[in-house]
């Protein structure tokens, strides 16, 4: 039982990684697309994507978050909307606000900021109450 959640918030697979920043690079703006992207980089702007972001233990991003999927070793500061899974490494911070499904923190990782646990579907009966 234990271990299907475990899989919904664990490490993406590298193999899926379409896109990778690298420590030495830094971009100024918004990045958007479709696939998965790892950050090892310095991101000053917003990541939009519609697939898995993976900020690495060195990388860094400045401003807001949408995906599917967040880990996060390095350092966020914005808000993230994360349509799934969230999580925090030991090495990792986030400062913002944040809307999830399902969201872990490991042992001395550190996460400020409010959370809003999202749900994808709406109980009908609850729908009838309004």
């Known amino acids: 039982m234990f271990s299907s959640v475990k899989k919904r ?6 193999n899926d990684i379409e896109t990778v920043i690298g420590s ?6 918004k990045i958007s697309g479709e696939g998965n992207i790892r950050i090892d980089g310095r991101i ?7 697939g898995n972001v993976v900020v690495g233990e060195h990388g860094v991003i400045e401003g807001d978050i949408k995906a599917n999927n967040l880990i996060v070793s390095g350092k966020v500061t914005g808000n993230a909307d ?4 969230l999580c925090i490494h ?7 606000d944040i809307c999830v499904s399902s969201f872990k923190v490991e042992d001395g990782g550190i996460f400020k900021g409010h959370s809003e646990m ?4 709406v109980d009908a ?4 109450l309004s």
């Not at 994360?82 to 899974?85: K, M, P, Q, R, V």
């Open 9 to 14: 918030v664990g490490e993406i697979n590298t």
């Open 24 to 29: 030495s690079t830094v971009i100024n703006g």
């Open 44 to 50: 000053e702007g917003g990541v939009s994507i519609g």
């Open 82 to 85: 994360i349509e799934a899974n």
């Open 90 to 96: 030991a090495t990792g911070q986030l400062m913002g």
């Open 118 to 121: 999202a749900s994808k579907t």
């Open 125 to 128: 009966s609850v729908e009838d």
